[in-house]
C-alpha cells in the first residue's frame, strides 16, 4: 500500500515561510536540500510522520500564481477556539471560526489561515473524522 509522506508548495522567501511554519504550526526543520537551482525544506513535528516540503526556486522574484486549481493544507487540533486566539495574538490574521452542521450533528468546526505565499490552511477541531 501507498503511504502520505509529504506535500510540497512552492514558496518564495525560505526564512519568511520557516517562521510562519514554526509560529502557526510548530513545524521544524527535519531536513534543508540544496540543490544548484532550487532548495527543498522539508518541515514537521512529532505530531505526526507526514511532511510539508517548501520548494524555493533560486533567483525567482515573482510571487507564485496559485491558480484556481489548488484548494488547501488541512491540520487538527485539540481547541480550535484556543489556536485561533493564539493566532490571531501572533498577529498571523486567521479567518473566522465557522461551524459545519450535517443532520443536524456538527461536522466540523474550523477557520482557514494564509501562509505568507497565499496558500490557505484550514485548522480544525480534532473531532468525527478530523482526529
Do not use: C, W
Not at 520548494?55 to 525567482?60: A, E, L, P, W, Y
Amino acid at each position: 500500500m501507498a503511504k502520505m509522506i509529504h506535500s510540497m508548495i512552492r514558496v518564495l522567501d525560505e526564512a519568511r515561510s520557516v517562521e510562519f511554519y514554526e509560529r502557526a504550526f510548530g513545524l521544524s526543520v527535519a531536513d534543508r536540500v540544496d540543490f544548484e537551482t532550487f532548495t527543498l525544506i522539508y518541515m514537521s513535528n512529532a505530531e505526526t510522520g507526514f511532511e510539508l516540503e517548501l520548494t524555493v526556486n533560486k533567483g525567482r522574484t515573482a510571487p507564485y500564481d496559485l491558480g484556481n486549481a489548488y484548494g488547501h493544507l488541512a491540520v487538527s487540533v485539540e481547541e480550535v477556539a484556543v489556536e485561533r486566539e493564539r493566532l490571531s495574538t501572533l498577529g498571523l490574521n486567521p479567518g473566522e471560526l465557522v461551524e459545519l452542521n450535517r443532520d443536524g450533528k456538527l461536522f466540523g468546526l474550523f477557520f482557514f489561515i494564509s501562509d505568507p505565499d497565499g496558500y490557505k490552511i484550514e485548522v480544525l477541531q480534532r473531532h468525527g473524522r478530523f482526529l
